[in-house]
C-alpha cells in the first residue's frame, strides 16, 4: 500500500458530463501529481501542485482542471467528458515535489465514458 | 523536450532466468534522473530503481540492476532469477535535475510475463 488514496476506483459516465476525481496523498507529502494512462498515448504528466500552488503543467486540456486544498488533497476536475478521454488517472504525491523524489502513486481511477 | 522509448513491446522470459529490458532517452540536460516502475496487474505504479546520470556507478537494488550508458543515452534494467511476481508492465522515466517540478516523462512500458 503506497499511503495514496484515490477515489472512486471505477467511473462511468456519458458524453459531455462532468466528473471529479479525488486523491488524497500520503500523510506528510505536500506534492500532488495527476498523471493519465491511455492505451494510445501512454502514461501523460497532467499537472503538480505543492502545498496548494500548481507548480506544474503538462498536456492537460483546457476542458479539465485540478486544486489542492488546505488539507492537501486534491481534486482532479473532467467537464465536457469525450470518448477519448476515457482512460486511467493517476494520483501520484511526494513530500517536497522535487526531481529526485520517490513519488507514491495511488491505484487509479478507470473512467469509461459512454 | 526530452523523451523516452521502449522499443520491446512484449518480452518473455523463464522463471530463475535473466531478462533484459531496453530504454533510451534522448535529452539535451546534462544532469537527470532515470526511473523503472512496476506495474502489475493491481495497476498501482511501484518504482523498482532509480539512477542519477551524474554517478557513474549503475544502480542496484537486489535482483534488479541497470546498464546506464550515459554517451548512448540508454538504461537497460536486468532482472535476475526472475520470479512470477515480476510479471507486469515496465515502464522507463525521465525526470530532469534540479528545481521543483518532479513531473516523469515516461516510455510506451514493456510487458514482461514469466514462465513457469
Known amino acids: 500500500d503506497s499511503g495514496v488514496t484515490q477515489t472512486p476506483k471505477h467511473l462511468i459516465t456519458a458524453t459531455g458530463q462532468r466528473v471529479t476525481l479525488r486523491c488524497s496523498p500520503r500523510s506528510g507529502d505536500l506534492s500532488v501529481y495527476w498523471y493519465q494512462q491511455s492505451l494510445d498515448q501512454g502514461l501523460q504528466f497532467l499537472i503538480q501542485y505543492y502545498n496548494g500552488e500548481e507548480r506544474a503543467k503538462g498536456n492537460i486540456l483546457e476542458r479539465f482542471s485540478a486544486q489542492q486544498f488546505p488539507d492537501l488533497h486534491s481534486e482532479l476536475n473532467l467537464s465536457s467528458l469525450e470518448l477519448g478521454d476515457s482512460a486511467l488517472y493517476f494520483c501520484?504525491?511526494?513530500?517536497?515535489?522535487?526531481?529526485?523524489?520517490?513519488?507514491?502513486f495511488g491505484s487509479g481511477t478507470q473512467l469509461s465514458v459512454l | 523536450a526530452q523523451t523516452v522509448t521502449q522499443s520491446q513491446p512484449e518480452m518473455s522470459v523463464q522463471e530463475a532466468e535473466t531478462v533484459t529490458l531496453s530504454c533510451t532517452y534522448d535529452t539535451s540536460e546534462s544532469d537527470y534522473y532515470l526511473f523503472w516502475y512496476k506495474q502489475p496487474p493491481s495497476r498501482q505504479m511501484i518504482l523498482v530503481i532509480r539512477q542519477e546520470a551524474y554517478k557513474q556507478q549503475n544502480a542496484t537494488e537486489n535482483r534488479f540492476s541497470v546498464n546506464f550508458q550515459k554517451a548512448a543515452k540508454s538504461f537497460s534494467l536486468k532482472i535476475s532469477d526472475s520470479q512470477l511476481g515480476d510479471a507486469a508492465m515496465y515502464f522507463c522515466?525521465?525526470?530532469?535535475?534540479?528545481?521543483?517540478?518532479?513531473?516523469?516523462?515516461f516510455g510506451k512500458g514493456t510487458k514482461l510475463s514469466v514462465k513457469p
Open positions: 501520484a504525491s511526494s513530500p517536497r515535489g522535487a526531481t529526485n523524489e520517490k513519488l507514491f
Open positions: 522515466a525521465y525526470s530532469s535535475y534540479g528545481g521543483s517540478q518532479g513531473n516523469l516523462i
